[in-house]
């Protein structure tokens, strides 16, 4: 079956760094795109990024261009956020999904999200 | 940006009773790109309807999915105690990518 498994979050102070990670088993890693969403305390769900497959697209919500990068490595089967000069308003659960169809960005599949503070 | 207007905010339904959630988007959606999740308390999001009416692998059949252009409900025919939750609508026939701010649907 299907599984994601978030890690990396924590609680970093304003202006640090941080970077998510998310171990995926279950299915052939390299034939899907794949996302990072987020979820603010009792607030909505909002896109961070997703990548293509083989890593050569990658998009961004404007909230994170410039400080956030996601990346893969399809031989770890792993996806990564790296998130720099945080802010306050980044506090959230952070998600790993998978994309469900190329080119039709959906998400099937989510992991259980890891809980990102930023506060000083 | 597509705006998804959820409503209403909050339904309080008993079990068994039909529960009709609505999604609008403040442009057409394009070919229809309208997918519904479900969301219980302190857990992830859960697909349950893409293409604004084709159901989710293992999903019951009471959950439903219609509409087109810019008006979109979610239909869940008759509730069972698991289906009080919160639902999101979200489109990705443009971009960025957007999703609604939510319905609860709580027990009355």
């Known amino acids: 079956q299907v599984q994601l498994v978030e890690s990396g979050g924590g609680l970093v102070k304003p202006g640090g760094s941080l970077r998510l990670s998310c171990a995926a088993s279950?299915?052939?890693?390299?034939?899907?795109?794949m996302s990072w969403i987020r979820q603010a305390p009792g607030k909505g769900l909002e896109l961070v990024s997703y990548?293509?497959?083989?890593?050569?697209?990658?998009n961004y919500a404007d909230s994170g261009k410039g400080r956030f990068t996601i990346s893969r490595d399809n031989a770890k089967n792993s996806l990564y956020l790296q998130m720099n000069s945080l802010r306050a308003e980044d506090t959230a659960v952070y998600y790993c999904?998978?994309?469900?169809?190329?080119?039709?960005?959906?998400?099937?599949?989510w992991g259980q999200g890891t809980l990102v503070s930023v506060s000083s | 940006e597509i705006v998804l207007t959820q409503s209403p905010g909050t339904l309080s339904l008993s079990p068994g009773e039909r529960s009709t959630l609505s999604c609008r988007a403040s442009?057409?959606?394009?070919?229809?790109?309208l997918a519904w999740y479900q969301q219980k308390p302190g857990q992830a999001p859960r697909l349950l309807i893409y293409?604004?009416?084709s159901r989710a692998t293992g999903i019951p059949d009471r959950f439903s999915g219609s509409g087109s252009g810019t008006d979109f409900t979610l239909t869940i025919s008759r509730l069972e105690p698991e289906d009080f939750a919160v639902y999101y609508c979200?489109?990705?026939?443009?971009?960025?990518?957007?999703f609604g701010g939510g319905t609860k649907v709580e027990i009355k």
């Open positions: 999904a998978r994309v469900g169809w190329v080119a039709a960005v959906f998400f099937d599949y």
């Open positions: 279950g299915f052939t890693f390299s034939d899907y795109y």
């Open positions: 990548i293509s497959s083989s890593s050569s697209y990658a």
């Open positions: 293409g604004a009416s």
């Open positions: 442009q057409s959606v394009s070919s229809n790109y």
């Open positions: 979200q489109q990705y026939g443009s971009s960025p990518l957007t």
